[in-house]
């Protein structure tokens, strides 16, 4: 059922008119049929998701005029849009769709079977809105290697609490600014710039911010100029996990989202490499010295190559279409699929599912307040509230922006900290590639589940080995290493890219924006907590105790991810409707038991059924007034 009422849905009754029949009469998948082994994921699923297509419910012949319709009304071609509209309706089936091609049918077969054979410009546009993320990453470490300086040369270097304060506040500057102000500006600059526009004005901003913290005298002097960097870092981390997803196949959505992690983790590395780059570089009569006004200013480097290609990049077909611009939104979905035929096929889908929301006007307030009362959309905004929220308090970011420190806490020279920091980079860019394949087979939420223990039991290790003795300096300094190489390999790979993915997700069309926003003010407001609060924590609990509270998080992270957070993976962004509309309580009682079941029959291996599946999905129908008119007889088409 729509949304566009601002209640939750009606419970899943199935009514007479078959409008919410569980089934489709058109379906040839019987449920009663399946194993007890069997996935949703089998039902009608070809990668544009799975469980309930809309258009399942009426005819072949009636969908086709809706395909027609819709050609007609945005000038389109209609009798290209009317196949579009059968495939919609039948992904799967094209053999049997005597208008197609031989060379349309071999383009679906070869999409079905090769789903990362798309168009340069689709990894271009994702790359290209990814690097965004570098100039994050790479501001998380340029300021890891400007601690061994800026604060000796601002005053700030001491050992007293006042010291450690003011180099946290200065550090978290950017994420005070992103959590409390920017990150909520998202939603007007996208409906006023567009997607691009706002990935291209925060570009700007963050190239003269980043110069600016570079032309700074004194420590509140860069503590305004990081504020105002959050102002790019805000919508940027807000937009373009959202353009990405807008724009990718369902199928490998989340390998394409991901690149959000590949590139901070790429700005990461390419931070620690500018440290090392600019550690011996002399004043040169400069006050308050050089070398960390060139790293600071560096992290400006990425968004002058992303401002360059950006505008370049086509635009959101679904933002287009939000702004009834299906002309342009289908011109847009072209270059980024293989064929005339696909694009037709998503852009025709895609205006449906949309038209569907119906809400997509509401005002910024109204959205706020549908995204907490409706069920649907408070599980989705609460799913990523807690991947953010774990993102940071797994313990992360303490090591992105201290990890110089730590390690020479730990016995390092300054060099040798360095050096070793940017193998923690290194490692973080490196294993962030394997997620890009494993996000979508394996799953957001089962990669979360394996990561949490281990990242768990890898802090304890680097916490606990501060207890080996000093005179033992080569023992303390590899095992110390070890731990954080090992924490940083799990993360990469999990915890890493699911956040932002997951994010792009969970939320309805309509209040996609707000949630978003939501997300990433969860993320970077914790993000200010963990590196305004390590210096204080670690001089109060000592690295054993630091390192112990964020491994004791990790626990936490495993239990919140168990009971709160649904798979999400293949589904379309606007079909995950009936899975966030199951209350929370039955979420968490149904994952308890399914873990406990899963449990006995993968480890003591008793042979006990698995538990039915927790998900059904209820609408088959188009619901919006305005489709039902389209009653006329399609001629065939060949």
Not at 159 to 184: E, F, H, M, T
Not at 619 to 631: D, F, G, I, L, P
Request: glycine share 6%.
């Amino acid at each position: 059922m729509s949304t566009s009422s601002g209640t939750p849905k009606e419970n899943t009754k199935h009514e007479e008119n078959g409008l919410f029949d569980n089934r489709s009469a058109n379906s040839s998948v019987d449920p009663e049929k399946l194993t007890d082994d069997s996935s949703a994921d089998d039902i009608n699923n070809n990668g544009n998701g799975h469980g309930a297509n809309l258009l399942s419910n009426y005819t072949e012949e009636e969908v086709m005029n809706m395909g027609r319709a819709y050609g007609k009304k945005n000038g389109l071609d209609e009798d290209l849009f009317a196949k579009a509209a059968a495939i919609a309706r039948d992904p799967r089936g094209y053999n049997s769709m005597t208008f197609l091609s031989e060379k349309d049918k071999e383009s679906l077969y070869k999409e079905e079977q090769h789903p990362w054979a798309l168009p340069w410009k689709m990894y271009w546009l994702v790359c290209t809105a990814s690097m965004a993320a570098c100039m994050q990453g790479m501001d998380e470490t340029v300021i890891n290697g400007a601690n061994l300086y800026y604060p000796k040369a601002f005053g700030i270097g001491g050992d007293s609490d006042r010291d450690k304060w003011l180099q946290g506040l200065v550090n978290c500057a950017p994420y005070l600014s992103a959590s409390c102000i920017s990150c909520w500006m998202t939603d007007w600059m996208n409906d006023r710039f567009s997607r691009r526009g706002t990935i291209f004005i925060c570009c700007v901003i963050a190239i003269l911010t980043c110069l600016w913290s570079a032309l700074t005298n004194t420590w509140w002097h860069l503590f305004i100029a990081r504020f105002f960097l959050g102002f790019a870092i805000g919508p940027n981390t807000t937009t373009v996990p959202v353009y990405s997803s807008e724009s990718s196949p369902a199928r490998i959505r989340g390998g394409l989202v991901m690149n959000w992690q590949i590139w901070t983790a790429f700005g990461i590395m390419l931070g620690y490499v500018f440290s090392l780059a600019f550690y011996r570089i002399p004043a040169h009569g400069i006050g308050e010295g050089l070398s960390w006004r060139l790293m600071l200013g560096s992290a400006m480097l990425p968004s002058i190559v992303l401002a360059g290609q950006i505008l370049f990049c086509p635009e959101s077909p679904r933002w287009l279409m939000g702004k009834n611009r299906h002309k342009d939104a289908f011109k847009s979905m072209l270059a980024l699929r293989s064929t005339e035929l696909q694009a037709a096929r998503d852009t025709f889908y895609a205006s449906i599912l949309i038209m569907e929301e119906g809400s997509s006007d509401l005002s910024f307030f109204r959205k706020i307040k549908e995204m907490i009362t409706v069920r649907r959309n408070r599980n989705g905004a609460f799913g990523a509230w807690v991947c953010m929220f774990m993102q940071q308090f797994c313990g992360i970011n303490v090591i992105a922006y201290y990890s110089s420190s730590i390690f020479v806490d730990s016995g390092f020279s300054e060099r040798s900290a360095l050096i070793a920091s940017w193998g923690f980079g290194m490692l973080n860019w490196v294993f962030a590639l394997p997620a890009f394949f494993m996000i979508d087979k394996f799953g957001r939420r089962t990669l979360l589940l394996f990561s949490f223990p281990l990242m768990a039991v890898f802090l304890l290790l680097a916490g606990f080995s501060f207890w080996i003795p000093e005179s033992e300096k080569q023992a303390r300094v590899g095992v110390i290493s070890l731990g954080i190489y090992l924490f940083t390999i799990v993360y990469s790979s999990s915890e890493g890219p699911v956040p932002f993915t997951y994010s792009a997700e969970c939320a309805a069309l309509y209040v996609r924006n707000v949630t978003m926003s939501f997300a990433t003010a969860t993320c970077w407001f914790f993000n200010f907590v963990l590196s305004l609060t390590w210096p204080s924590l670690l001089k109060a609990f000592k690295p054993q105790g630091a390192f112990g509270w964020y491994a004791a998080w990790n626990f936490v992270g495993f239990l919140l991810v168990l009971w709160f957070l649904p798979e999400t993976k293949n589904l379309t962004l606007e079909e995950l409707d009936d899975v966030f509309d199951v209350p929370t309580y039955k979420h968490a009682s149904y994952q308890t038991k399914a873990l406990i079941n899963g449990f006995q029959r993968h480890i003591l291996r008793r042979k006990i059924k698995k538990l039915p599946p927790l998900y059904e999905t209820h609408r088959m129908a188009v619901t919006n007034s305005s489709w039902e008119e389209q009653k006329e007889t399609v001629s065939h088409i060949e």
